[in-house]
């Protein structure tokens, strides 16, 4: 379940902009297409250790987790090549 906090127009440009400079920093450190392929391989690990780990309640909820962070990078691949 999502949290929704009323926050003043202000304190959403800020966290909008603070957000927008984690993201700048995550892309300096690899291309899109990169944390595609390193999301997908962590993961795949995820998954391959499902069998000694166990049962794990989250699981659909981490995989949720992971579909979305795939899609928000192939978002700013698309952007990045217009």
């Not at 899109?32 to 000694?52: H, L, N, R, V």
Request: hydrophobic share 45%.
């Amino acid at each position: 379940m999502c949290i929704h906090q009323q926050t003043s127009p202000e304190s959403s440009d800020w966290a909008t902009l603070a957000y927008g400079e984690h993201v700048k920093a995550l892309l300096k450190m690899m291309a899109p297409a990169e944390w595609i392929e390193d999301i997908w391989t962590i993961y795949t690990g995820f998954m391959i250790s499902q069998g000694e780990l166990g049962h794990n309640p989250r699981a659909s909820d981490l995989f949720c987790t992971f579909r979305e962070l795939v899609f928000f990078f192939q978002k700013l691949e698309k952007r990045r090549a217009a």
